[in-house]
């Protein structure tokens, strides 16, 4: 499996920025893209995430409102639409494959359970 990200750049607060996921060699259609961020000196946080099989999505309640998740099946690529962008939003946001995945999404699986990354793309939010 291959996950590769862009859209990441500098904008800024009260922007908006559109990152994509572009994944390939999936064997299932069981799995689910999720986007996950990492500020400096702090923890991977989960984002967003959406399922392959039903297109469920979920969002975190940090973002709810700003972030939307969305996928094109035509060109297996997941997008990350943000709005209303703050300097805290400022992270390195990566893409990452939970594999396998059944069902709807019901919570963001924590970072520490993946195995599947992009190799990540820098969002940075001046004020």
């Known amino acids: 499996v291959q996950l590769v990200e862009s859209g990441g750049g500098l904008v800024q607060a009260g922007g908006s920025l559109r990152l994509s996921c572009a994944a390939s060699?999936?064997?299932?259609?069981?799995?689910?893209i999720c986007w996950f961020r990492q500020a400096p000196e702090k923890e991977r946080e989960g984002v967003s995430c959406?399922?392959?099989?039903?297109?469920?999505?979920l969002v975190a309640d940090s973002v709810e409102g700003r972030f939307t998740i969305s996928r094109d099946n035509a060109r297996n690529t997941v997008y990350l639409q943000m709005v209303n962008l703050n300097p805290e939003d400022t992270a390195v946001y990566y893409c990452?494959?939970?594999?396998?995945?059944?069902?709807?999404?019901?919570?963001?699986?924590?970072?520490?359970?993946?195995?599947?990354w992009g190799q990540g793309t820098l969002v940075n939010v001046s004020s």
């Open positions: 959406v399922t392959n099989s039903d297109g469920s999505t």
């Open positions: 060699g999936f064997t299932s259609d069981y799995y689910a």
């Open positions: 990452a494959a939970d594999v396998p995945h059944y069902g709807p999404i019901e919570y963001i699986p924590q970072a520490r359970f993946i195995e599947v």
